[in-house]
């Protein structure tokens, strides 16, 4: 095996044995597809005002966030746990969202990876992180 055969195989080897050392930090979930309420329109799941439902920023957070942040998981000593329960799950994300300056809110910056141990898990490009900045924009409303 050549020497550049074999740093490449070392290069491989290490970000494999990173992501499953770091599961949190999952650099490849690229763009997914956005949880919509049964009856909402285009653009993600909508109250009946057409403003983008919290239930459609829990499902966002919910699948990319909760394995980490929740009571056990690698985040579980953070004050952002994610227990499922729509009521619980409301007061705690409204803590990191600022509705007078949406794109400084805390939630969206960790997202992006800003000041997240766990790296990035939705670039702001993302529709799940879209989903989140327009509510936050709406009034972060329930």
Partial sequence: ???ERFAGAAVLALAALSVLTFGCADFSR??????VDAGAGEGG???PDGATSFAA???VLISGCQRCHSTGGEAGDT???LTGEA???LDTVTRFVDVNAPAAS???AKMAGN???GGAVYAPATPEYQTVLRWVQEGARP
């Fill in 106 to 108: 805390r939630l969206l």
């Fill in 30 to 35: 690229g763009p997914a597809a956005v949880a």
């Fill in 115 to 117: 000041g997240h141990n």
């Fill in 57 to 59: 920023v829990e499902d």
């Fill in 79 to 81: 004050t952002f746990l």
């Fill in 87 to 89: 009521a619980a799950d």
């Fill in 45 to 47: 799941a909508a109250n």
């Fill in 1 to 3: 095996m050549t020497s």
